[in-house]
């Protein structure tokens, strides 16, 4: 859900985003989601609103999204993934680490808000084999240890300084 409050905003050299994401895992798989009129699958979460905490963020978003509060959450992932989509993108990402819950049936992926939302498990081994995004997060899901990575996902043609 957007608001005029998320910390986000455009302008001449491009866009900002400030986000949270949640890597919400079961066994070997690993919960993606998309929305109506996208062709490629992400991790669940969405933009932090300017005076919250990322933990404060992240139960907000997968409130909206799943309908679930998801307990113990651990950062795992600071992201900074810069990209060209109509014009430059800088994203700021706060990627926590979820166990999905043993006494939450793997199904119940639907009591949220947003409608337009569809969930999927995929198996962390054959998340390069569908379109997901960003694709430089796939080598460091399958093991996210107990430290916390700084990852930088560069995707301009940039030539060498």
Do not use: C
Not at 137 to 144: I, Q, R, S, W
């Amino acid at each position: 859900m957007s608001s005029a409050s998320d910390i986000s905003w455009h302008g001449p050299a491009g866009t900002f985003n400030l986000r949270v994401a949640a890597v919400i895992s079961r066994a070997d798989q690993v919960l993606v989601v998309t929305v109506e009129g996208l062709d490629y699958w992400f991790l669940p979460g969405g933009r932090i609103q300017f005076g919250e905490s990322s933990q404060v963020a992240l139960t907000r978003e997968l409130a909206e999204e799943l309908g679930h509060d998801l307990p113990g959450a651990r950062l795992a992932l600071v992201v900074e993934n810069i990209f060209e989509k109509e014009s430059l993108q800088h994203e700021i990402g706060l990627y926590y680490r979820i166990a999905w819950p043993a006494a939450l049936d793997p199904s119940d992926l639907h009591r949220g808000a947003e409608t337009e939302h569809t969930f999927r498990w995929v198996p962390v081994s054959e998340l390069g084999r569908i379109d997901f995004r960003p694709a430089g997060l796939v080598p460091f899901l399958p093991d996210l240890g107990s430290t916390l990575r700084h990852v930088v996902l560069d995707r301009l043609d940039r030539a060498p300084a």
